[in-house]
């Protein structure tokens, strides 16, 4: 199980982050906003999900972001998608099949069954074998016979051609599947499927 130092006692207001210098370890979950990272200090964690600006625009913002005068404020990139933008993902054209998205990242099926994902990637739910930030497609590795994908939060799962499941990303309530609370930067087989 995951902890993170989160404010009590006396808390000043930031945008739904508390500021104080009585901090306590508690269990943290994938809906936190914000978190004390030193005692007087916040961090927000929560950025708002990819979205399209204009047309052609894809808007992916970074985690952690920090807190001014009230505010959680994040930074962004800009990708410009090829095949234009919708639902808060770049259009693959024709070839992308199917899109799903998590909490901040997405990812897309191709019709060959290879799948590629971008966005956060902060317990590696882009499967890419980092926990790099992508602004654009990254392939999963190792996954070329997806026939269905599913996201949580920070996690993807994905079933196979076979009828097995691989999942990946964030594990800290044994989300993916695999015996384990260890998270997971490539595909790993669901036990049981």
Same mark, same amino acid.
């Given at each position: 199980?995951?902890?993170?130092?989160?404010?009590?006692?006396?808390?000043?207001?930031?945008?739904? =982050?508390?500021?104080?210098?009585?901090? @306590?370890?508690?269990? @943290?979950?994938?809906?936190?906003?914000?978190? +004390?990272?030193?005692?007087?200090?916040?961090? /927000?964690?929560?950025?708002?999900?990819?979205? =399209?600006?204009?047309?052609?625009?894809?808007?992916?913002?970074?985690?952690? &972001?920090? =807190?001014?005068?009230?505010? =959680?404020?994040?930074? %962004?990139?800009?990708?410009? /998608? +090829?095949?234009?933008?919708?639902?808060? +993902? /770049?259009?693959? *054209?024709?070839?992308?099949?199917?899109?799903?998205?998590?909490? +901040?990242?997405? /990812?897309?099926?191709?019709?060959? &069954?290879?799948?590629?994902?971008?966005?956060?990637? %902060?317990?590696?739910?882009?499967?890419?074998?980092?926990?790099?930030?992508?602004?654009?497609?990254?392939?999963?590795? *190792?996954?070329?016979?997806?026939?269905?994908?599913?996201?949580?939060?920070?996690?993807?799962?994905?079933? $196979?051609?076979?009828?097995?499941?691989?999942?990946?990303?964030?594990? %800290?309530?044994?989300?993916?599947?695999?015996?384990?609370?260890?998270? $997971?930067?490539?595909?790993?087989?669901?036990?049981?499927?």
């Amino acid at each position: 199980m995951r902890s993170l130092w989160i404010a009590i006692g006396l808390a000043v207001g930031c945008g739904g =982050c508390a500021l104080s210098h009585d901090l @306590d370890p508690i269990s @943290d979950g994938p809906d936190d906003p914000c978190v +004390a990272v030193a005692p007087g200090g916040t961090s /927000c964690t929560s950025p708002p999900e990819s979205e =399209c600006v204009g047309s052609e625009t894809l808007r992916t913002y970074s985690s952690p &972001g920090t =807190c001014s005068s009230g505010e =959680c404020g994040y930074s %962004y990139t800009d990708t410009t /998608c +090829a095949s234009g933008c919708a639902g808060g +993902a /770049c259009l693959m *054209g024709e070839d992308a099949v199917e899109l799903a998205t998590g909490y +901040a990242h997405t /990812c897309a099926r191709r019709a060959s &069954g290879a799948v590629a994902c971008w966005g956060n990637n %902060y317990g590696g739910q882009l499967g890419d074998g980092t926990t790099t930030d992508r602004s654009t497609p990254a392939a999963v590795s *190792g996954l070329t016979d997806a026939v269905e994908l599913a996201t949580g939060g920070f996690h993807t799962c994905a079933r $196979r051609a076979s009828g097995a499941v691989a999942c990946w990303g964030l594990n %800290y309530s044994g989300q993916l599947g695999d015996g384990t609370t260890t998270d $997971r930067s490539t595909p790993v087989p669901v036990t049981g499927f």
